[in-house]
């Protein structure tokens, strides 16, 4: 079983930067891959980014050299660093654990944090 916890979430103008953080509590494992989810209203929920337990990580085109996924494995933590912020990056922010990454790409896993919201201003 695998607890998450997002924050940092907050309201930005364009150009601006956010930090989310992904904090885990597992009894039984090591955190493995996580990848950061967005659900924009209307829309269903899509993933941004992910990265592995080695620290490799893989973006969807759209935030490619604006978001970077970092972690630190002493904290239990995955970090969402966000710059350049546009308005169409304003969402519910979600990260996932307990799936699986293959060949870069990361399949979803079983266990959501309960989001944070990012709103961008023009």
């Known amino acids: 079983q695998i607890q998450l916890a997002e924050s940092g979430g907050g309201l930005v103008q364009a150009g601006g930067s956010l930090r989310l953080s992904c904090v885990a509590s597992s009894r039984t494992h090591g955190l493995g891959a996580v990848g950061w989810y967005r659900q924009a209203p209307g829309n269903r929920r899509v993933l941004v980014g992910s990265?592995?337990?080695?620290?490799?990580?893989n973006y969807v085109d759209s935030v490619k050299g604006r978001f970077t996924i970092s972690r630190d494995n002493a904290r239990s933590t995955v970090y969402l660093q966000m710059n350049s912020l546009k308005p169409e990056d304003t969402a519910v922010y979600y990260c996932?654990?307990?799936?699986?990454?293959?060949?870069?790409?990361?399949?979803?896993?079983?266990?959501w944090g309960q989001g944070t919201q990012v709103t961008v201003s023009s």
């Open positions: 990265i592995n337990s080695a620290g490799g990580t």
């Open positions: 996932n654990a307990g799936g699986t990454w293959l060949s870069t790409e990361y399949y979803q896993g079983d266990y």
